[in-house]
């Protein structure tokens, strides 16, 4: 990932998180960005009442502490760089104490495993895609069988400034694990919606063939490199045509049997107010791999 100079990655020790602490060690390392490794503890008590427990409760607290720190020196003894990381554990609501921690480390990227004790062969599991919605950083979900270099990344565009801030961190994972890339724009052909009408030049071959031509030069114009220090790793260029933006980039992963998709969570044509759009929705359900979701610049 582009320019990082904080990562959390979250722990809850199952098998998931031993591969999103992996992937979490590489990117930290490229970026020489600082790692912390966070243990929440779910709890139905709010904050703000802890103060107030009885001390039989606050001894409980302290014990699931520290039994959890006990279980990381188990648990990443395999893992190669996790001596450096230095592990923290918190009892609260796992959603705001991700939020919290982002916040105070002025963390650019949070890295979770797809799934925690639950597992699907697709898709992400309730508390991911929660952190994909409300996490104020960039998010990756990284699936249980990827703890090594991505071979096969794609970038979702759909003309937004944050496709290009997609597409710029797509460039760098390409890059730094000399995977192939490619650049995927989903669209609904203007002609499938004049069924209803008698025969038009906009649904013969010739106008079809103009359309995806200039849709192509569009997007290959628009990827174009902007920054030198960037080296360009000679993408593949696919236009796809489905009835929905986030169908279509599902229908491409697994055809093309991608390993990350990178995309925002809030395209061109989605409300301001709205926490995350449809597509991204639709992706983070249902993509069978990894995924980055990058935030709109505020």
Not at 38 to 44: A, G, M, P, S
Not at 110 to 115: K, N, R, V, Y
Not at 179 to 200: I, M, N
Not at 231 to 248: D, Q
Request: glycine share 6%.
């Amino acid at each position: 990932m582009d320019r990082l100079s904080s990562i959390i990655v979250g722990i809850d020790f199952t098998q998931c998180s031993a591969t999103a602490l992996r992937q979490a060690v590489r990117i930290a390392a490229w970026n020489r960005a600082k790692l912390l490794a966070l243990h929440v503890i779910e709890t139905l008590v709010v904050v703000e009442m802890q103060a107030g427990l009885s001390t039989y409760v606050q001894e409980i607290h302290a014990g699931l502490v520290e039994e959890a720190k006990k279980e990381w020196t188990r648990f990443a003894a395999d893992v190669p760089g996790k001596d450096a990381v230095p592990f923290e554990v918190a009892v609260n609501n796992q959603l705001v104490e991700f939020e919290d921690r982002i916040r105070a480390n002025k963390a650019d990227l949070l890295i979770l495993g797809t799934h925690g004790t639950g597992s699907s062969n697709e898709g992400a599991g309730t508390l991911a895609t929660q952190c994909v919605r409300r996490a104020p950083a960039k998010v990756l979900l990284v699936r249980e069988d990827q703890p090594g270099p991505f071979k096969h990344v794609v970038a979702c565009i759909d003309f937004s400034p944050t496709s290009r801030d997609a597409l710029d961190n797509a460039v760098r994972v390409a890059i730094e694990d000399e995977a192939t890339l490619h650049v995927v724009h989903v669209f609904q052909p203007p002609w499938t919606r004049f069924h209803y009408r008698a025969s038009t030049p906009a649904s013969g071959p010739d106008f079809q063939k103009q359309y995806r031509d200039g849709l192509l030069h569009m997007l290959e114009r628009f990827c174009a490199p902007t920054r030198p220090d960037v080296a360009w790793t000679k993408p593949h260029f696919h236009l796809v045509e489905a009835a929905s933006h986030g169908r279509g980039i599902v229908q491409f992963v697994r055809e093309n049997h991608a390993d990350l998709v990178v995309l925002g969570t809030r395209g061109k044509t989605n409300l301001r107010d709205l926490v995350m759009g449809s597509t991204a929705e639709r992706v983070v359900r249902e993509a069978p791999c990894s995924i980055l979701a990058i935030k709109p610049t505020a």
